[in-house]
């Protein structure tokens, strides 16, 4: 296993793994040996074997070894949420009056339902809410 440049424990990074934790999202990425697929911690896919599969640090190294992103959990998108989230959030706080949320979604590039959804996930509350 790789695990030299992880910013965190392996126990702390399996446990995350094993549970789907989304909060771990963006701190490492899971590469699978077999298939040569690299996921987020949180992907829906069936876990490997624990002999078939390494923890990387980041994207940037799991495809520096010869993985692909998972195209079930998209692990490159990470950061786009979290970008739209952070200009959603610049946005609200420096409108006068409340922003609908179309016209939010819309200007972060994303569909209304699926953008409340990430908002919410990752704030704790929803956009009217904030």
Same mark, same amino acid.
């Given at each position: 296993?790789?695990?030299?440049?992880? %910013?965190? @424990?392996?126990?702390?990074?399996?446990?995350?793994?094993?549970?789907? %934790?989304?909060?771990? %999202? =963006?701190?490492?990425?899971?590469?699978? /040996?077999?298939?040569?697929?690299?996921?987020?911690?949180?992907?829906?896919?069936?876990?490997?074997?624990? *002999?078939? !599969? *390494?923890?990387? @640090?980041?994207?940037?190294?799991? $495809?520096?070894? =010869?993985?692909?992103?998972?195209?079930?959990? /998209? @692990?490159?998108?990470v950061g786009r949420d979290r970008t739209a989230i952070a200009k959603a959030i610049a946005l609200i706080e420096q409108s006068e009056a409340t922003? #609908?949320?179309?016209?939010?979604?819309?200007?972060? =590039?994303?569909?209304? +339902? +699926?953008? $409340?959804?990430? !908002?919410?996930? %990752?704030? =704790?509350?929803?956009? #009217?809410?904030?």
């Open positions: 296993m790789t695990n030299a440049t992880l %910013d965190l @424990p392996e126990e702390t990074a399996l446990a995350a793994f094993e549970a789907r %934790d989304r909060a771990m %999202d =963006g701190r490492f990425v899971v590469a699978v /040996k077999t298939t040569r697929i690299y996921c987020k911690p949180s992907c829906p896919a069936r876990r490997p074997r624990r *002999e078939n !599969f *390494e923890l990387l @640090p980041d994207n940037a190294a799991a $495809q520096a070894a =010869g993985y692909r992103a998972c195209l079930r959990c /998209k @692990p490159d998108d922003i #609908a949320l179309t016209q939010l979604a819309q200007a972060v =590039g994303y569909a209304p +339902h +699926h953008f $409340q959804r990430l !908002f919410t996930r %990752d704030i =704790g509350v929803s956009p #009217a809410a904030y």
